[in-house]
């Protein structure tokens, strides 16, 4: 009887490590699969990007290298009825560059198309146009704001809906 106790040590043993590294596997690839879905996981936000207000605020906080796609639809009303869609109008189109440096309050961004969408992240980083789409790597973590490229805002109707993958 002692010897056959011995002899189902090792095969206990055995039994018991092979368990052992299976928990250990199941383990790994769970938190694996976790993880990259995580990474890869994207969320979609609509926002209507406020006419009457320089910037509204997506609600979205980007981080650091986090991509990011913005398209924007709809037409934008300003200056009396006139409306333009989210690429603006360029520097030598439809007084654009008059209205741009010669205004008081000057524009957002006077390098930028006239009533143009415009993207910032953080309350006080650079302006840049989004046009009808662009695709970004944030460079930097903050709260992504979208806007109008105006110098006048209550003069504003219509408005742009942007759709955020992030």
């Known amino acids: ?60 906080a980007l981080s650091s290298g986090q991509h990011v796609t913005i398209t924007a639809s709809g037409q934008l009303n300003y200056f009396g009825g006139e409306s333009v869609n989210a690429v603006g109008y360029k520097f030598s189109q439809h007084n654009c560059g008059k209205f741009a440096y010669q205004n008081t309050p000057a524009f957002t961004d006077p390098g930028v198309n006239c009533w143009a969408m415009v993207m910032r992240i953080g309350t006080s980083g650079p302006v840049f146009p ?4 662009i695709t970004l790597v944030a460079p930097v973590a903050g709260e992504l704001y979208l806007g109008v490229n105006d110098d006048f805002y209550s003069d504003n109707s219509g408005g742009w809906t942007a759709k955020i993958v992030h």
Do not use: C, Y
Request: charged share 10%; hydrophobic share 45%; aromatic share 4%.
């Open 1 to 60: 009887m002692h010897s056959q106790l011995i002899s189902r040590r090792p095969a206990r043993k055995a039994l018991l490590a092979a368990t052992l590294l299976a928990a250990l596997a199941v383990t790994a690839i769970t938190v694996l699969t976790v993880g990259f879905s995580q990474a890869s996981a994207t969320s979609e936000t609509t926002v209507a990007v406020q006419p009457t207000e320089p910037w509204t605020d997506t609600g979205i």
């Open 130 to 133: 989004t046009g009808n789409k």
